[in-house]
């Protein structure tokens, strides 16, 4: 049975590759490997050449709304869409070791979590400067690896404390308890 390559647009423990696990466990994909790509643009450009067999990535969530990046990257490809699901995400606020919460100047996170947590974010770190980057997954491996600064924290799912050896500061710091983001799988 050939192998099946997944195409997901997030690192590591992103919302994106629990996604391409779920869909591959829910659907009996055994012989599957996951590719993390980052970015939407990433999956369907890789998806257009062939490179993976399907294509994860999210569309919409329930707090966050329309994921914009997702929108723009679709306008340019062509592609069937194979199936849509959601998942439950939990955001969490995730440091190195040893860092208390005034230690914290920066927050680091894709756009969709920070729209997830605006107002916990509002509530709580109203002094604190918020930047958006590419994927929660990848900027919690970037805390780890020192590319972003000690002092910052990032959003990220809890899977990214364990995989890059980060601490939960916060739980399900997400606007909504029940808060589900709707994936795509999309093939050619």
Not at 9 to 34: P, W
Request: aromatic fraction near 6%.
């Amino acid at each position: 049975m050939k192998k099946i390559i997944i195409g997901a647009s997030g690192d590591v423990g992103s919302f994106s590759a629990q996604a391409s696990k779920e869909y591959a466990r829910t659907n009996n994909i055994i012989n599957y490997e996951i590719k993390y790509l980052i970015s939407v643009e990433k999956v369907l450009k890789e998806l257009d050449e062939k490179k993976i067999d399907l294509g994860v990535f999210p569309i919409e969530n329930s707090n966050g709304g329309i994921v914009i990046e997702s929108i723009n990257a679709m306008s340019k490809h062509i592609f069937k869409i194979k199936n849509i699901f959601e998942i439950p995400v939990v955001q969490c606020l995730l440091t190195k070791p040893g860092i208390e919460k005034e230690d914290i100047k920066t927050i680091a996170s894709h756009d969709q979590a920070l729209k997830q947590c605006k107002t916990y974010l509002k509530r709580s770190w109203t002094e604190t400067e918020l930047t958006e980057t590419e994927d929660t997954a990848k900027s919690a491996k970037e805390l780890s690896e020192g590319i972003l600064s000690e002092d910052t924290a990032v959003l990220a799912p809890e899977s990214c404390a364990t995989l890059y050896g980060l601490i939960v500061m916060e739980k399900g710091i997400q606007d909504l308890k029940f808060n589900f983001t709707n994936f795509l799988v999309v093939e050619k």
